[in-house]
């Protein structure tokens, strides 16, 4: 089967762009999010991919929240995959885990 991409559009307030963003990101299966205004200009193309999180997603908040201040009402285009992503995020190793406090444990 081959990857197949869905189309929709939603028309938000520009002060309700970033948090629709946001949840459509949280979703998990969206490819990409093309922002636009009531006549269909392109103000800002996102490409969603895997493992994006935290603070790698702040500067796009931020392109985000300056176009939302400049326009009332926009387009959001959302490009979905028939597929849903993973979105679980990496393992990191725990604070308990780091070897200083093994030996201390051990010494100790």
Request: positive net charge.
């Given at each position: 089967m081959g990857m197949e991409n869905m189309s929709e559009e939603f028309k938000v307030k520009g002060e309700e762009l970033v948090e629709k963003i946001k949840q459509l990101i949280?979703?998990?299966?969206?490819?990409?999010?093309?922002?636009?205004?009531?006549?269909?200009?392109v103000y800002l193309e996102i490409p969603v991919t895997f493992g994006v999180i935290g603070a790698l997603l702040a500067p796009m908040f931020a392109a985000v929240g300056a176009v939302a201040a400049m326009v009332a009402d926009l387009k959001i285009e959302v490009i979905r995959s028939d597929e849903p992503e993973k979105t679980k995020e990496p393992e990191k190793p725990e604070e308990s885990e780091k070897p200083e406090e093994s030996e201390k444990k051990e010494n100790g």
């Open positions: 949280h979703e998990g299966n969206v490819r990409r999010l093309i922002i636009k205004d009531e006549t269909g200009k």
